[in-house]
């Protein structure tokens, strides 16, 4: 081979490895400028994911006040309502106190209505009289007095009505209250 075939091989060869060197140049810088690419894409992702993230735990947040301000509304209420009970169980349970020291004391007697057309059919007064004066409620109807013993179980029993009576009505303001939220 002559020197002139070599110069040329040779400088073939050598434009082949300046060729490659620049393709493989140019071919890293689009790699390189696609990696930034997809480097800058994956941050807007995670920022608009991070933005969201944040959004929903502020919106969570934000439920979870509403909530506790309507329990803490809620135990108010009821805590109200308690007390109102707990008053009104109190004022009944003094006044039926009152009522059981005025029966025991004989300050107060208990009486019945007694049908007196029952007493003349059967001929016989049973020791009823009339009620005297204007504090009776029907005018001369005749009345029986009930024994002071009788007369505190009536009460007691009346007193037990009261507070089951009371009772109740707090359970339902405490339903009532419940579903209301």
Avoid at 86 to 101: C, I
Avoid at 119 to 139: L, N, T
Avoid at 149 to 174: M, N, P, W
């Amino acid at each position: 081979m002559s020197l002139g075939a070599r110069w040329v091989l040779l400088s073939i060869l050598f434009g082949a490895a300046v060729g490659a060197r620049l393709a493989w140049e140019w071919q890293s810088d689009e790699l390189e400028k696609q990696a930034a690419s997809y480097e800058r894409q994956l941050a807007q992702k995670d920022q608009a994911h991070s933005r969201e993230r944040e959004a929903t735990a502020a919106a969570a947040l934000d439920q979870l006040k509403v909530q506790q301000a309507a329990r803490r509304d809620l135990e108010d209420r009821l805590q109200a309502q308690d007390q109102k009970h707990w008053k009104e169980m109190n004022d009944a349970q003094q006044a039926q106190a009152r009522l059981r020291d005025r029966i025991a004391t004989a300050d107060l007697r208990l009486s019945v209505l007694v049908d007196a057309g029952s007493f003349a059919a059967q001929g016989c007064s049973g020791g009823v009289r009339e009620a005297p004066g204007a504090g009776g409620v029907v005018d001369g109807a005749l009345r029986a007095q009930l024994d002071p013993a009788h007369a505190r179980r009536i009460i007691a029993i009346t007193d037990e009505g009261d507070r089951g009576l009371i009772a109740l009505k707090a359970c339902q303001v405490y339903v009532r209250e419940t579903l209301k939220i």
